[in-house]
């Protein structure tokens, strides 16, 4: 059985790909740490997700067209 893949919450619907040194994934990678302890990166980076979803959704590939 295989096992899931981490994704990295910085860039969103890209796997982890431990470009941090030292990060295991993202739970204790530094970049993922300092974006959301910032509350101005933490906001964009929310932005950015939102700007991703509805991108998929407008094409087809979203969460929303995957339940349909």
């Given at each position: ?12 619907g ?55």
């Open positions: 059985m295989s096992r899931p893949v981490p994704q990295c919450p910085i860039r969103p890209e796997a982890c790909l431990l470009c941090e040194s030292g990060a295991t994934g993202p739970e204790d990678c530094g970049l993922v740490w300092l974006v959301m302890h910032d509350p101005d990166l933490r906001d964009r980076l929310a932005e950015l997700r939102l700007e991703r979803i509805r991108e998929q959704q407008q094409t087809g590939r979203g969460p929303a067209a995957r339940r349909a």
